[in-house]
């Protein structure tokens, strides 16, 4: 374990402690897949620590920015290589996507991704309107999308000039897969689409707090409360700073141990591990008693 910051060893433990809930990072954290999410395998010590979790009644869910498949399919492919997880601890952008344009009563979206993006916004009602021609729509939300056109281009930018909220799953350039670091595609294109109309994108996925917010309610889990487990610091590390959770970077990803120390504070990790079985080792107290849901509401 290394501590990022000043904080105090004390101050660490006292934190691990006060864990009720935890949001893990898929690739590069818990498991490692080529650039479509397929061939995962578990990484050292992720079955063994999300059993102990499991069995000791503290609360995990695991958000990815990837968005090739649905939620459930996510957490299928996760079961069939050791981990014991339901539909509702998986989630993807389309998850947080749902809560946000519900809250703001979006009906319909234009959706630059595959049914991976589509099906949660159908399963919730929304309406996905096609990339074609002049359309109209509440919103455009951006996801993986190597089929992207110039024709997508034109009709995303139609209906973000008539007043669809640009949304994206994610402005990461990379993500971590068994090959090295793979290029995203939600960034590239909303980058295109924003140079057009001058409209800048809303992120939903990580590192938003629209994203860990849906996680939160998802666990019933304040927030402050959580500990973020992650291998890069502009997604689970920012999210994590930003909501005053505890950030826990790990170095089975996109960069090594040694890389949290040049960061800005916003993206420093708390402690980082090499891999998420050392946390079987620094959560003794927090594995070993029961952990009550939080009262009270969750920060809007």
């Known amino acids: 374990m290394t501590a990022e910051t000043a904080d105090s060893t004390a101050d660490l433990t006292d934190r691990l402690r006060a864990v009720r809930g935890v949001v893990f990072d898929m690739d590069g954290t818990l498991v490692l897949g080529d650039r479509r999410n397929h061939g995962l395998a578990p990484l050292p010590g ?39 997880l339901p539909d509702d601890a998986m989630l993807t952008p389309a998850t947080s996507a749902v809560d946000h344009f519900l809250a703001m009563g979006h009906r319909s979206a234009l959706v630059l991704g595959g049914d991976g993006l589509k099906e949660p916004l159908r399963e919730a009602g929304i309406e996905i309107v096609a990339p074609k021609g002049k359309p109209e729509a509440d919103a455009v939300l951006v996801g993986w999308y190597p089929e992207f056109t110039m024709a997508d281009l034109e009709a995303a930018c139609h209906a973000v000039l008539g007043g669809a909220t640009l949304c994206s799953s994610s402005q990461s350039v990379f993500f971590a897969s068994a090959d090295g670091r793979a290029l995203g595609t ?103 008693r029961p952990h009550p849901s939080e009262n009270g509401s969750l920060p809007a």
Not at 49 to 63: I, M, N, R, Y
Not at 265 to 287: F, I, N
């Open 186 to 288: 939600s960034r590239a294109i909303c980058a295109m689409i924003s140079s057009v109309t001058g409209v800048t994108e809303q992120v939903v996925g990580k590192p938003s707090l629209t994203g860990l917010r849906c996680a939160a309610r998802r666990l019933g889990v304040d927030p402050r409360h959580l500990a973020v487990v992650g291998d890069d610091p502009e997604l689970e590390m920012a999210m994590a700073r930003r909501a005053d959770a505890l950030g826990i970077a790990v170095a089975t990803g996109i960069h090594p141990a040694d890389h949290s120390a040049t960061l800005p504070l916003e993206q420093r990790p708390h402690l980082t591990v090499e891999s998420v079985g050392a946390l079987l080792d620094l959560l003794p107290t927090a594995l070993s």
């Open 46 to 84: 992720a079955l063994e620590l999300t059993a102990a979790l499991t069995a000791c009644g503290l609360p995990w869910v695991t958000f990815t920015n990837g968005t090739t498949r649905t939620p459930e399919a996510y957490a299928a492919t996760l079961r069939r290589i050791g981990f014991d």
